[in-house]
């Protein structure tokens, strides 16, 4: 089983590897929504975790192409900077299972991958 992270920013996505590494749980890291999903269409993957800051995402469509799949879709976790209060918002809206600022994320990072273990 995998956690996919939607992400650009290679600063945080090594922190988040570090901690899956140390829970041992495989971490797969993409730059663009539809490299996500595509990964998700396969079928091993627990939590797709997504950077609302992530260049060109849109929540809405990725959470939509994420409930087309025929089994259950991966948990969707989706952070941004707390001062994007449209972008967490609008992923609330769209269905994301949790939406947490980033420094909420940056908190419990470990406890999300870790959580997947069980």
């Known amino acids: 089983m995998s956690i ?3 992400t650009r920013d290679l600063m945080f996505s090594s922190r988040v590897a570090g901690a ?3 829970h041992g749980v495989a971490l797969e890291t993409f730059g663009d929504a539809q490299a996500a999903v595509a990964r998700c269409e396969q079928g091993d993957v627990l ?3 997504a950077d609302l800051s992530t260049a060109g995402l849109d929540v809405v469509t990725l959470v939509q192409a994420l409930d087309q799949f025929a ?5 969707v976790i989706a952070f941004a900077p707390h001062v994007h ?3 967490l918002l609008a992923a609330a809206q769209a269905g994301c299972d949790e939406v947490l600022s ?3 994320f940056n908190t419990r990072a470990e406890q999300i991958v ?4 069980k």
């Open 47 to 49: 939590l797709l975790i």
């Open 4 to 6: 996919v992270f939607l």
């Open 85 to 87: 209060e449209a972008k």
């Open 102 to 104: 980033r420094g909420q």
């Open 71 to 75: 089994a259950p879709r991966p948990r």
């Open 20 to 22: 899956a590494k140390q």
């Open 114 to 117: 870790a959580a997947c273990r």
